[in-house]
């Protein structure tokens, strides 16, 4: 089955500056990669997505890359503020109804 | 639109215990998922539900099942419940079959004693 692998596990960041996670799959066939932050408490919630055929997508301060050569893809968060700080997982299926996830990343926004 | 909603969101059982554990998704989605978080394993896909029929179930034992009703909603059952039982219980919904994204709740905090 897929193997998704997350790095770093733990991200402190200064507020202004960028945070970036990054992810690594196994199965080649994986086709839709999304991505999911999870506040204390709550649910994961979809922030951002892409798919196979995409190389790149940005949503304002948000922007997911896609490197299917490589099989690895990374979120990118500009002008982070502190409503960031949060824990972010990637995920991927080559099927739509199973996801994978990677074991999750803390990131911390230093005011 | 509300978004998914999960009852209990806390349950407190016992070894040996059962618990059923409900998920309403988000109106006009006809998908549903379940996946189990804790800790030490993270997230894992448990089973997968579209128009009252299980299509997937990942790698649990037999003490973990589930079904989907005709208006969508789901519950999952655990049967005699071990202390590794103890997680929070995501429940996710997708408009078709995750092509258009799942969107979770808030979970069902499980705690076996």
């Known amino acids: 089955g897929e193997n998704v692998e997350q790095h770093p596990s733990t991200l402190s960041v200064q507020e202004g500056d960028s945070a970036v996670i990054k992810c690594t799959y196994s199965d080649s066939a994986s086709n839709y990669f999304p991505w999911y932050k999870q506040e204390l408490g709550k649910g994961p919630q979809l922030i951002i997505d892409?798919?196979?055929?995409?190389g790149e997508k940005k949503d304002q301060r948000i922007a997911v890359t896609l490197n299917k050569t490589a099989k690895h893809f990374s979120l990118h968060i500009t002008e982070t503020q502190p409503e960031d700080s949060a824990v972010y997982f990637c995920a991927a299926t080559p099927n739509d109804y199973k996801l994978s996830f990677g074991a999750g990343t803390t990131v911390t926004v230093r005011a | 639109k509300a978004g998914v909603t999960q009852t209990p969101r806390y349950l407190i059982k016992t070894r040996g215990q059962q618990v059923t554990l409900s998920c309403s998704p988000i109106s006009g989605h006809r998908s549903v998922s379940w996946y189990q978080q804790t800790p030490g394993q993270g997230l894992q896909f448990l089973f997968e539900?579209?128009?009252?029929?299980?299509?997937n179930k990942g790698n649990f034992p037999g003490r973990f099942s589930g079904r989907q009703f005709s208006n969508s909603r789901s519950e999952m059952n655990v049967s005699t419940l071990e202390l590794g039982d103890s997680a929070l219980y995501l429940c996710?919904?997708?408009?078709?079959?995750?092509?258009?994204?799942?969107?979770f709740g808030p979970g069902t905090r499980l705690t076996v004693l």
């Open positions: 539900y579209f128009s009252e029929t299980q299509r």
């Open positions: 892409i798919r196979s055929n995409v």
């Open positions: 996710a919904s997708s408009p078709t079959s995750g092509g258009a994204g799942w969107f």
